[in-house]
């Protein structure tokens, strides 16, 4: 006999099936009570039963409706956060999509722009998904999804296969009703494609028939074109959709939202053939590094070809667990364990080292089962393990150096456990070793102005007691790794060979290289302890990988391992770069603030607005090395010999004040006409060559300025400001000025949407009070020319931070 829950489930989809309709239809309990002749209570109960199962979907209300669930309907829940990246990388992304699926009236045209294999076609599912949940399309609403590249060479053919004929429907009354999704849009010619944006919007087109269809016609349009297209095809669409959304690239994203997505594969992997998979942290390690080739789609592709010789190779074992190897994967993804080290800590927080990670369906698990209690054994497992992976003897000693301090800190841990007072220590060990320790110990704190805890104190005893217990002269540290730890700490590696001669003296024992090297790092344990709470530096560049390669770079080379990069993406928001900076500002900081290294501009004057909105110290150190490439390229384009162009940047770059600003004479009282203030601008030789520079580079940057105009614009502008508030403005912040209004005016023209709130009301509420001569007024008369000429609206908060960056 059928349970009542069975009957409900069966009755309802019997029910859905029977029926014509668009979307399956919505159930009351109430007539499921009078159909199966049950109490409503209990069909309540059944219900949402069902509803927890995923078999149902509930919509709240009165009275409350249920639906049989199929794959597209998410019921109350955001089909959204089943993305990785949805709260962080795509959050933008999503609130767009979300506008453009919500806006009440017309057919919305979408722009997606990513790179090739980045997700186009599962973030545009998505966006169908929460169309159908939101009520916007219905339930079995059609998907169409159409390459354009189809057609690249045969562009007469566009109208009649998205018409259709009499015989043959066509792409659009496919799609009525539902989505449409055309990828690789840019070759589709400007012709083809005004056309079909004109049939979209209802408009009537000239010289052909009209469609019956046309008026009632509804549909979401997505059209999907590569980040590298050309920037004059790129404008083209920009300027002709409705909404545009940009995809982040997997480079561009966290390694936490990496991790993520690498952790969807395997279970999605797991899940197909029906097996556990059982992956070793240096695989992970690698997956989270390499260089991939295909963005997301690359990585899953690798992904699967790993799981795919791992159940071929154990196909004949019957065993439910596959164990992944590194031999597993394509030869370039092993690569990705050279770059841990620049990782380590970020990754470290993310993955427990010697764990054995298994993904199974839904679930990821962690099993420490490589955890030994003697470090030297650890080492030994993880060799042997490594081995399985076929990797080469320097990858196999790279892995474990960048493991050892992990192991390590499990060794020191295990230690500290079987010790709870010194009076159980001198039970476990010789007086004589302890009184030895106890010297060492406060000579190394004299030397190196540091206290050792009696955690530190007591784990020294005890490694050096079964050191002289088990005597081995077998090495495990690679050569590298020793030479890289006595480079970086000479006075700890002294200490530790004169307590290895005390040592020997009294106990006749010679410790080996490795027993050092533990040694040394007991000592770099007190390090810590005093590093807990200090300054963090943070090197904030333009670019997408500058800074990043920096840190990279400093992190492997310095003592400290811990300095923080921020990339500035060239692409993105300003408004999105600002809240980015600020969230890792808070995430990094220890409480004794942020000495931010930057190259230029704007990343100060953010880096201001932060501190004061979130009360955190920052101190920031400009290092230009962005204008020093622009002014040596603008010098080796005069044809400048090397000797001149290394005279003048060392003479104009020289420290960090590279702009040599020189008081300028007063201005006239009155300023009547623009020719007289270019005029007294340009008297100053010394600024004028710069200022002609910058022009110049701005110039080749915005071909389709008149930068001889756009020059008079500004310098009157200056002019204008110096005047008014009374003040001379140096070289640098004329520059600064320059450079950040042609760069707003530029995306003004392609309308992004650059406005960041630098404290922006404070600053209106200064200027708007009289406080500073009704500056604020003035500028918007100043920057009115401008706008006029170059057809842009410059809002006040764009206005506030141009004051922001005269007053700094």
Request: charged share 30%; aromatic share 8%; glycine share 4%.
């Amino acid at each position: 006999m059928k349970l009542k829950k069975e009957q409900v489930l069966e009755f309802i989809t019997e029910y859905s099936s029977d029926l014509i309709h668009d979307e399956f239809p919505k159930i009351t309990t109430r007539f499921l009570s009078e159909k199966l002749k049950m109490q409503r209570t209990n069909i309540s109960s059944i219900l949402n039963q069902l509803v927890n199962e995923g078999k149902l979907v509930k919509y709240n209300g009165r009275p409350v409706l249920y639906q049989l669930a199929d794959e597209n309907t998410s019921g109350n829940g955001d089909v959204f956060e089943q993305l990785v990246g949805y709260d962080s990388s795509l959050k933008e992304a999503i609130a767009s999509a979300k506008a453009a699926v919500l806006y009440p009236e017309g057919n919305p045209t979408i722009l997606i722009t990513a790179k090739h294999g980045s997700g186009v076609s599962h973030f545009a599912k998505t966006v169908f998904r929460f169309a159908q949940a939101s009520g916007k399309l219905k339930t079995r609403a059609p998907w169409i999804l159409w390459d354009c590249k189809t057609l690249f060479n045969d562009q007469d053919k566009f109208q009649e296969i998205f018409l259709g004929d009499h015989e043959k429907e066509g792409i659009l009354k496919k799609a009525s009703g539902g989505m449409l999704i055309l990828e690789n849009i840019d070759v589709v010619s400007e012709r083809n494609l005004d056309w079909l944006l004109a049939f979209l919007r209802g408009e009537k087109i000239q010289g052909q028939d009209e469609w019956p269809w046309q008026k009632d016609y509804h549909c979401i349009t997505i059209f999907s074109t590569m980040k590298e297209t050309n920037e004059m095809m790129l404008n083209l669409l920009r300027g002709r959709m409705d909404f545009r959304i940009s995809l982040p690239s997997l480079e561009e994203r966290s390694i936490e939202e990496r991790f993520l997505i690498l952790q969807k594969f395997f279970k999605e992997e797991a899940k197909a053939m029906d097996r556990m998979i059982e992956v070793d942290t240096s695989i992970l390690h690698a997956l989270l590094l390499y260089e991939v080739t295909g963005d997301i789609k690359g990585l899953k592709n690798d992904i699967h070809t790993g799981c795919a010789n791992s159940y071929v190779r154990s196909y004949n074992t019957g065993n439910k667990t596959i164990v992944l190897l590194m031999s597993d994967f394509p030869n370039y993804v092993r690569k990705g364990i050279m770059y841990y080290r620049s990782y380590k800590n970020e990754i470290d927080e993310m993955i427990k080292n010697g764990c054995k990670y298994t993904f199974y369906k839904n679930q990821m698990l962690r099993d420490n089962k490589t955890a030994k209690k003697d470090i030297y054994q650890s080492i030994d497992a993880r060799k042997r393990d490594l081995e399985r992976h076929a990797l080469t003897e320097e990858e196999i000693n790279m892995a474990v150096s960048n493991q050892l301090e992990s192991e390590f800190e499990e060794y020191f841990k295990q230690l500290c456990e079987r010790v709870d007072s010194i009076d159980t220590l001198n039970k476990m060990v010789s007086e004589k070793l302890i009184s030895l320790t106890r010297k060492f110990l406060l000579k190394a704190a004299e030397q190196l102005s540091c206290e050792f805890s009696k955690e530190i104190f007591c784990g020294i005893c005890l490694h050096v007691n079964s050191c002289l217990i088990k005597v081995s002269k077998k090495q495990r540290i690679s050569n590298e790794e020793i030479a890289r730890l006595l480079s970086k700490y000479p006075m700890h590696y002294e200490l530790v060979k004169e307590f290895q001669v005390e040592l020997g003296k009294e106990f006749n024992v010679k410790l080996n290289v490795d027993d050092l090297i533990f040694l040394l790092m007991f000592l770099l344990e007190a390090k810590k302890d005093v590093d807990e709470s200090k300054v963090v530096t943070l090197i904030a560049m333009h670019g997408s990988h500058a800074a990043s390669s920096i840190a990279a770079v400093v992190n492997v080379l310095s003592d400290d391992s811990k300095v923080q990069a921020f990339d500035m993406d060239l692409d993105k928001n300003v408004r999105i770069v600002y809240e980015e900076l600020k969230e890792k500002i808070i995430k990094i900081d220890q409480g004794k603030g942020i000495l931010l290294i930057y190259d230029m501009g704007s990343i100060h004057t953010m880096a201001e607005s932060i501190a004061q909105e979130t009360k955190i110290a920052i101190r920031c150190v400009e290092v230009p090395i962005t204008l020093v490439g622009i002014a040596g390229s603008s010098k080796a384009a005069e044809m400048k010999t090397l000797d001149e162009v290394a005279d003048y940047l060392q003479d104009n770059f020289s420290g960090l004040q590279y702009f040599r600003a020189k008081p300028m004479p007063e201005m006239k009282p009155e300023i009547e006409k623009n020719e007289e203030i270019i005029e007294q601008m340009m008297e100053e030789s010394s600024q004028e060559e710069s200022i002609n520079e910058v022009f110049e580079y701005l110039g080749d940057q915005f071909p389709q300025f008149d930068i001889d105009l756009m020059k008079n614009y500004l310098l009157v502008i200056i002019g204008q400001i110096e005047h008014e508030m009374n003040l001379v403005l140096g070289e640098d912040k004329k520059i600064g000025l320059i450079i950040h209004i042609v760069c707003l005016i530029n995306k003004l023209q392609q309308q992004h949407t650059p406005s960041v709130n630098f404290m922006a009301y404070s600053v209106l509420g200064d200027f708007g009070d009289g406080r500073y001569g009704g500056l604020f007024e003035k500028m918007k008369t100043f920057l009115k020319p401008l706008e006029e000429t170059f057809d842009v609206m410059i809002q006040d908060n764009e206005i506030a931070t141009i004051i922001s960056i005269i007053r700094k």
